[in-house]
């Protein structure tokens, strides 16, 4: 067992609930507490007496009892601490190494000596008021957190929609640069590939600075390769630009869903990552028939880009105009930075400052902690497999229906593209569904006192793996010969798009209630997997339909994902277990026995000695 698994048990012992059974029954409720005095209010002047700062520290310490006994308040402590104790440079602050502990100590200059060691450092962090401090992004009005999912979910609309208007384009720039289908076929790939790679950078960039600060670079950087990419003159720019786009285009599908955990709780996040995997999903589906009148135009494929460019500097304008940061570590810099500089007290300090960077540590641990967790964690894994599967028929649907509705019936490329509207009407059932699922999943909630079961996201992910895997075949012999009306093919659409969008979504929720203190970094491993699939799909798709036809290749598929379907159904009876294994699941092992507080800590010293 390693530093940062022992840390990780003794946080989970701090914050359990049984830890505080046996405070005096003399003291007042939590519902009645207004708030709770920080460490940093009785540090903030010298001259208040000695009295007077021994009264306000056991006010503090009666009410931080009570606030450290509800429920939500044990949530985010566990939370913040899990969060600190695996983020970069926890691990040197443990062994009280620096980047330079080889070089001999400086002196403080003029001879001074070195001060006397300052008080517990937890005196001085900064912590939220308690369960309804308004600083808290859950607390957040609800027409704020409205406004704040609409601009997110914009944005990530934005950048999927960017991925698939690029294929309407591939055949006209294969003939005006003279190679084949294939080569144009890597402007849509390359900008899915950037969607594999972008996640691992930018999901432990917002565990580290926040949320805000990488969406708003990211779009800036989007934007500009997108009007790169319009006016590139050659192939190879106009290829490596869309790469780069979509390398910065990823950020939101990495961090959009974890901003959603930062401002939703348990009730209500299931209905809020619906908004954004619908516009995952729909964007691609809504670009071709827009992409296709476009390029049949008299305005050509460059215009394509010039719209996406258009529609990216606005998602930066709104993202860095409107949207407020939500990730609470990176909060509590900005009120530690604020009460530094109202009360002069240079000690006051949130959590996440205590982190001392080293680029070493950076790489080896943040950076990694996605491709970590996706090849450690079985949960992540094969949910990965499979949703990996189900994205890259997402795009390979770019290139098949195409053959369906363009070269067997006969459609020009803007028309040929209004049949992706049975997958978006599939999808938008999808968001019903789930969303008439949600008072059944909060009245469960509510019997279980407010803790949720991740497994209880599973059953419309069962649902949706046989409605696509009957999509699949319903697709691939009804549209394969001409004489068979277009609308029965389109119409397959329709169980496809459902379950698509079920699989997704309800995958997706299950794997932020699971790793929800590192939500971004599995969504990250994740997408990093799914959009490897994404972008090879489309690559060998033609070949496939061409040897195999439509119909055998549909059936092909379909029996892929037949194969795929029993993967949650093993999660909904043995994720739990599972999850107790886990190294970073918030999942407290059924055999840690809780004990005194000085007892529980010396046991974990133990076995670290034993482990070490």
């Given at each position: 067992?390693?530093?940062?698994?022992?840390?990780?048990?003794?946080?989970?012992?701090?914050?359990?609930?049984?830890?505080?059974?046996?405070?005096?029954?003399?003291?007042?409720?939590?519902?009645?507490i207004e708030r709770i005095i920080t460490a940093s209010s009785t540090s903030t002047s010298s001259s208040i007496s000695s009295a007077r700062r021994q009264e306000r520290i056991m006010s503090r310490t009666s009410t931080q009892g009570d606030l450290e006994r509800h429920p939500t308040v044990l949530s985010r402590i566990h939370t913040a601490r899990s969060q600190h104790t695996a983020t970069v440079g926890r691990q040197r602050s443990m062994s009280t190494k620096t980047r330079d502990t080889r070089r001999p100590l400086p002196e403080m200059g003029?001879?001074?000596?070195?001060?006397?060691?300052?008080?517990?450092?937890?005196?001085?962090?900064?912590?939220?008021?308690?369960?309804?401090?308004?600083?808290?992004?859950?607390?957040?009005?609800?027409?704020?957190?409205?406004?704040?999912?609409?601009?997110?979910?914009?944005?990530?609309?934005?950048?999927?929609?960017?991925?698939?208007?690029?294929?309407?384009?591939?055949?006209?720039?294969?003939?005006?640069?003279?190679?084949?289908?294939?080569?144009?076929?890597?402007?849509?790939?390359?900008?899915?590939?950037?969607?594999?790679?972008?996640?691992?950078?930018?999901?432990?960039?917002?565990?580290?600075?926040g949320r805000r600060l990488p969406l708003v670079i990211s779009m800036f950087g989007f934007s500009i390769f997108q009007v790169a990419v319009a006016a590139g003159k050659d192939l190879q720019t106009i290829l490596l630009c869309r790469f780069w786009g979509g390398m910065f285009g990823a950020a939101p599908l990495a961090i959009v869903a974890a901003v959603f955990s930062d401002m939703f709780d348990n009730k209500s996040r299931g209905l809020a990552i619906t908004v954004f995997s619908m516009t995952v999903f729909t964007g691609p589906l809504l670009a071709p028939f827009i992409g296709g009148f476009i390029v049949e135009s008299h305005l050509g494929w460059r215009w394509t880009e010039w719209l996406?460019?258009?529609?990216?500097?606005?998602?930066?304008?709104?993202?860095?105009?409107?949207?407020?940061?939500?990730?609470?570590?990176?909060i509590l810099i900005s009120k530690a930075s604020e009460l530094r500089r109202r009360t002069r007290n240079w000690g006051i300090h949130a959590k996440q400052e205590e982190i001392e960077i080293d680029f070493r540590e950076l790489i080896t641990k943040n950076f990694s902690r996605p491709m970590r967790i996706l090849f450690t964690e079985p949960i992540i894994l094969l949910l990965s497999i499979y949703m990996s599967f189900i994205y890259g028929l997402l795009y390979?649907?770019?290139?098949?229906?195409?053959?369906?509705?363009?070269?067997?019936?006969?459609?020009?490329?803007?028309?040929?593209?209004?049949?992706?509207?049975?997958?978006?009407?599939?999808?938008?059932?999808?968001?019903?569904?789930?969303?008439?699922?949600?008072?059944?999943y909060n009245r469960k909630l509510a019997a279980n006192n407010g803790v949720p079961i991740p497994e209880w996201r599973l059953p419309p992910v069962i649902i949706g793996g046989i409605s696509f895997a009957g999509g699949l075949f319903w697709f691939g012999w009804s549209g394969y010969r001409a004489d068979i009306h277009w609308i029965v093919p389109t119409l397959s659409g329709i169980l496809t798009g459902f379950g698509l969008l079920a699989i997704f979504l309800q995958s997706l929720n299950y794997i932020v209630d699971a790793y929800l203190m590192f939500a971004a970094s599995a969504i990250?491993?994740?997408?990093?997997?799914?959009?490897?699939?994404?972008?090879?799909?489309?690559?060998?798709?033609?070949?496939?339909?061409?040897?195999?036809?439509?119909?055998?290749?549909?059936?092909?598929?379909?029996?892929?994902?037949t194969v795929l379907i029993p993967i949650p159904v093993c999660f909904y009876f043995y994720g739990e277990k599972l999850r107790r294994k886990s190294a970073f699941a918030p999942t407290k092992p059924?055999?840690?026995?809780?004990?005194?507080?000085?007892?529980?800590?010396?046991?974990?010293?133990?076995?670290?000695?034993?482990?070490?």
């Open positions: 067992m390693n530093i940062a698994d022992l840390e990780m048990e003794r946080n989970e012992l701090d914050a359990s609930p049984e830890r505080f059974a046996n405070v005096s029954p003399h003291r007042r409720p939590s519902h009645e003029l001879g001074k000596p070195y001060p006397p060691p300052l008080p517990s450092r937890d005196e001085y962090v900064v912590e939220f008021e308690g369960p309804d401090d308004p600083l808290h992004a859950q607390n957040w009005p609800m027409k704020k957190k409205i406004f704040t999912a609409v601009i997110l979910g914009y944005t990530t609309l934005v950048s999927s929609f960017t991925s698939s208007i690029f294929s309407t384009a591939t055949t006209t720039i294969a003939a005006q640069y003279h190679v084949s289908t294939e080569v144009g076929l890597l402007g849509l790939s390359l900008y899915v590939l950037g969607f594999a790679f972008g996640p691992v950078f930018w999901a432990p960039l917002s565990e580290l600075q996406v460019a258009i529609m990216g500097f606005f998602a930066f304008f709104l993202d860095f105009f409107f949207l407020e940061e939500t990730y609470p570590p990176v390979l649907f770019l290139t098949a229906y195409p053959i369906v509705f363009q070269q067997i019936h006969r459609m020009t490329p803007g028309i040929g593209g209004l049949p992706y509207f049975g997958m978006v009407t599939g999808q938008l059932l999808a968001g019903i569904y789930i969303a008439l699922t949600q008072p059944s990250a491993g994740n997408t990093f997997l799914r959009s490897l699939a994404g972008a090879g799909f489309p690559m060998f798709s033609q070949y496939m339909f061409k040897a195999l036809h439509v119909n055998w290749a549909g059936t092909l598929l379909g029996c892929v994902a059924e055999e840690l026995p809780i004990h005194d507080e000085d007892d529980t800590a010396a046991g974990v010293e133990k076995r670290g000695e034993d482990a070490v």
